[in-house]
């Protein structure tokens, strides 16, 4: 179900990477820059991880429980509308609020452009989160006709 592909915002997710690495916004800088160093050095074999929304919608139907849909927006365009069941973490405060975000579930992000969600994802990623880029995210649930939630 899941593709592992290119992706045109590699480039930007590896920048913000190194950003968090060595801005020292992280605890445990040393485990960070290991796994940062492990997640960069991995990047050309397993690019960055793509979902489609159809693909989406079919881990809705499959894992229910197991499945976390993170909405990175900032918070006034999530409350004008969102994915059902989804949770507002807005992208700047990602790494303060990674309590909410559970390790033991699939991630599915979602943002208005998928440049955001590669951002979080690859946090996520490096930090040991099964994470997915939802291709189009909340722009492309709408296309499909799915409703949002307000």
Known sequence: ????????????????????????????????????????????????????VAELKALIEEKGDSLFILDVRPDFMYKNGHIPGSVNVPLPTLIDNLNQIPKDKTVAVVCSLDTNSAFAVSVLQMLGYEAWIVEGGVPGWVKTGSPLEK
């Open 1 to 52: 179900m899941f593709r592992k592909t290119n992706f045109s915002g590699v480039v930007l997710a590896v920048s913000l990477m190194l950003l968090f690495v060595f801005s020292g916004l992280a605890q445990g800088a040393q485990e960070i820059t290991q796994a940062a160093d492990s997640f960069l050095k991995s990047v050309p074999q397993n690019k960055l991880w793509l979902i489609s």
